[in-house]
């Protein structure tokens, strides 16, 4: 069975950083395209980065691009983002999957605030 465990996320303040991690099973990782997304209450899950299964490729939503780096490694069926230059509206449920979509995971809570 398919299962996504998201972890790293955290109460900080804007401007600091956060690593979130993704460990994954049940399918074969290093084929997988990887997404990481997030969700606010009241609104739609939100596709904020890509990285296909060699990692040559990535994809960033305009809203995280050059501050947020998505990263994987096969080895260990894990998959990263790394966020920097945090903001409050980065605050958010943030989830990884693969694309196409399989069984989604609990989420990490990630809350930017002073």
């Known amino acids: 069975q398919v299962h996504f465990v998201e972890s790293g996320g955290a109460l900080v303040q804007p401007g600091e950083s956060l690593r979130l991690s993704c460990l994954a099973s049940?399918?074969?990782?290093?084929?997988?395209?990887i997404d990481w997304h997030r969700q606010v209450p009241g609104k739609q899950r939100q596709l904020i980065a890509r990285?296909?299964?060699?990692?040559?490729?990535?994809y960033y939503d305009d809203s995280v691009r050059g501050r947020f780096t998505i990263s994987r490694d096969n080895a260990k069926n894990s998959a990263y983002l790394q966020m920097n230059s945090l903001r409050p509206e980065d605050t958010a449920t943030y989830y990884c999957?693969?694309?196409?979509?399989?069984?989604w995971g609990q989420g990490t809570q990630v809350t930017v605030s002073s």
């Open positions: 049940g399918f074969t990782f290093h084929d997988a395209v």
């Open positions: 990285i296909n299964g060699g990692a040559f490729y990535t």
């Open positions: 999957n693969s694309s196409p979509l399989r069984n």
